[in-house]
């Protein structure tokens, strides 16, 4: 859909501001340019973000200088980040084959998480998201069920240290 289309529906009254999906930073910068001439402002970037996928922190420092929110979806890595899965058997659906090349990286990254979440006394999911908030960006991380929404909201309860965070990198 042509962005100026977007820039109809602001004028209207019909949105705030616009967001994306999976942008990379020269796309990011030429949706900008044209919603900047319509004077349309651009809220948001949403794009797949996680301590086993990184690739967006490249991102951030272009987003905080433009304002733009950073969400990041996959926040748990499908699971893998709550210590659930199990890499020495790895479930044979999408979130094995996806995740597959992250494999070798997971016992150390999640020793970090499980050693931070002891310490702060919450669960390893909470640590892996206050990661995504300490890094300016707003996960989204799906829930289906009561248990795990308590477990996502735990990671407002605390916060990170530059040491601790500094830890979570070099595992991941």
């Known amino acids: 859909m042509p962005l100026r289309v977007w820039a109809e529906a602001y004028k209207r009254g019909l949105a705030r501001g616009v967001g994306f999906c999976n942008l990379n930073e020269a796309q990011l910068e030429a949706a900008k340019a044209v919603l900047d001439r319509h004077r349309v402002p651009l809220l948001a970037l949403q794009v797949g973000y996680s301590l086993l996928r990184r690739g967006a922190e490249a991102l951030l420092p272009a987003l905080r200088r433009e304002g733009i929110a950073l969400t990041a979806y996959s926040s ?7 210590g659930k899965l199990d890499p020495k ?4 659906d999408y979130r094995g084959r996806k995740y597959r090349q992250d494999l070798a990286r997971l016992p150390r990254l999640l020793g970090e998480l499980r050693a ?6 919450v ?7 206050r990661y995504l908030v300490e890094k300016g960006a707003l996960p989204i991380p799906g829930a289906k069920n009561e248990a795990q929404a308590r477990m996502n909201a735990e990671a407002l309860a605390f916060r990170l240290s530059p040491e601790e965070v500094a830890r979570l990198e070099a595992a991941s």
């Open 76 to 82: 748990l890595a499908m699971g893998w980040l709550t």
């Open 89 to 92: 058997n790895p479930p044979r």
């Open 116 to 121: 931070l979440a002891g310490a702060k006394g």
């Open 123 to 129: 669960p390893v999911g909470a640590v892996a998201l």
